[in-house]
């Protein structure tokens, strides 16, 4: 069971002027040994324990940004700071001025071990802008310069892993709400869905009842691997909400949504949580 609070991605965003309820996307594509995923709506801190379920046993925070601690010039405080204000411990590595204004990468690195991952994004705060990837233990200064040499000089839609031998995960998440990871693991992207259509079904729950978050039960692997056996481009839309029912209309597209293309007429597939039994069914939509 995931307890999915009110004020989790799909509740807080919203689409347009209007802010029409938030889609739930997901991408997924191989690459030289590696699926990189694209998706959304989910929190860092929401997405937390499938990371740290296949990082290896220290992860690095290379980029952090957040508008919840601030300086007195209304900057965001440095990374370590957070973490101390957090009581996360861990080590810092700086990397100068050279590193500020380079995509995905802050002037310091916070090394810490793995299980620390879930308390220092523990949902009391909000970053805008997030990128982590696992190291291995013992790692050095000099193989942390030589990790953000790499991350500095690849570009967004290249192979990250593949330059990395002994990494297993690397996480961008931006807005709290747009997710971007790649991955050596191939259960990760089939997992990264079923977390996905879990946080809709419970935000529209806690909704519902009103209560500060609703436990949901996430589907079996066999529905998210049999999506992306079927598509690799998904985009879905909350159906009808109940106390003991929600559905989610699902339509596989030719490309990865991006913000503002709209929800086909017609959905491929409806995917139905049956909230008194715990369990989820898929079927073509009606």
Known sequence: MIEVGREGAFSVN??????????????????EDAWQVGAGAAQAGELADLLVAVANEVVAVVSLETNSFLDEDWRSLRPSLIAAELGVPCTVHPLGSWASGTY?????????????LPHLLDGSWSPYELT???????????QLDELALV???TGVDEPLLSRLGGSRVWFSGHDDCYVLLETR?????????????????????AELTEGPS?????PGPWLPERLVATAPHWIGALGTVTEEQVTIGLAALPD??????????????TATLDVRHGTWRIAPAG
Not at 14 to 31: D, I, N, T
Not at 214 to 218: L, T
Request: glycine letters at 8%.
């Open 14 to 31: 919203g689409v347009g002027m209007e802010c029409r309820p938030f889609p739930l996307s997901f991408s997924v594509r191989e690459a």
């Open 104 to 116: 995905g990468l802050a002037e310091e690195i916070l090394v810490m071990d793995r299980d620390r």
């Open 132 to 142: 982590l990837i696992d190291v291995p233990a013992g790692v050095t200064p000099e």
């Open 151 to 153: 991350l500095g000089t």
């Open 185 to 205: 693991d191939p259960a990760l992207p089939a997992a990264v869905l079923a977390r996905l259509l879990t946080l809709l079904a419970g935000s529209a729950l």
């Open 214 to 218: 609703s436990p949901v039960p996430e």
């Open 256 to 269: 990865p949504w991006r913000l503002g293309v709209p929800f086909p007429q017609r959905a491929d597939l």
